[in-house]
């Protein structure tokens, strides 16, 4: 089953809103990161929170970690036409042959101009 | 080559027949990836290197192999294609430790 949940799936705001997608995942990891996809393209790196960080923020992002809730979320302020997207969040797992990671499936965002 | 490489980009391919998708990185990244991505369930990982020459099992590693005979390359080899491998697959590299991973433009497969 897969680790990372976001929620919601989809999603539609005004532009100049924020917008705010959670994640949940089920066991313990290192970290956390979050991810975008413009469509029919590959996915794009926006930020790693690491398990013993609560907060990080990167310009107009803004990531939350709860590893008591075992959840996630990121925020985008002032959202723009451009940040029309899916979001996924992916988080790591170790086993007997290494590091890998699992992604959830995803948020779409839609901003309306 | 600046960043990861995928081929083919697309690919029509009748079942039972053998297919393999090439990725390349010139990043030196000690890991590679393969998802695959099918609408609604976002990606899914089908097998993994951490280094040259390791290998590892993802979540849904059936019907796929792979080799990583060196730091640049790690083909991913469909043995006898079925309908069900109808998806878009993407591979990925990371320099290890739980860094981000930087993805390829994927290889959208239709099986017939």
């Known amino acids: 089953s897969q680790q990372g949940e976001e929620d919601p799936q989809a999603l539609s705001i005004q532009e100049g809103e924020n917008a705010t997608m959670n994640c949940s995942y089920k066991t313990s990891i290192n970290n956390l990161q979050w991810y975008r996809q413009n469509s029919g393209r590959g996915l794009v790196h926006l930020i790693l929170?690491?398990?013993?960080?609560r907060e990080k923020h990167s310009g107009r992002l803004r990531v939350t970690l709860d590893t008591s809730k075992k959840s996630s979320s990121l925020l985008i302020t002032a959202s723009r036409a451009a940040d029309t997207a899916s979001y996924f969040c992916?988080?790591?797992?170790?086993?007997?042959?290494?590091?890998?990671?699992?992604f959830g499936p995803g948020t779409r965002l839609s901003v309306l101009p | 080559i600046a960043g990861i490489t995928q081929a083919p980009t697309s690919q029509i391919l009748a079942a039972g027949r053998r297919m393999t998708l090439r990725c390349t990185q010139d990043m030196r990244h000690n890991a590679m990836y393969w998802y695959r991505q099918d609408l609604g369930l976002g990606l899914r990982l089908i097998h993994y290197?951490?280094?040259?020459?390791?290998?590892g099992k993802g979540e849904v590693p059936d019907g796929y192999s792979v080799s990583r005979a060196n730091t640049d390359d790690f083909p991913l080899t469909l043995a006898s294609a079925v309908p069900s491998q109808t998806s878009v697959y993407f591979c990925a590299s990371s320099d290890g430790s739980g860094n981000e991973q930087f993805f390829g433009p994927g290889t959208r497969l239709t099986v017939l």
């Open positions: 290197s951490n280094t040259a020459g390791t290998t």
């Open positions: 929170i690491r398990s013993n960080e």
């Open positions: 992916a988080t790591d797992a170790w086993d007997n042959y290494g590091q890998n990671f699992v």
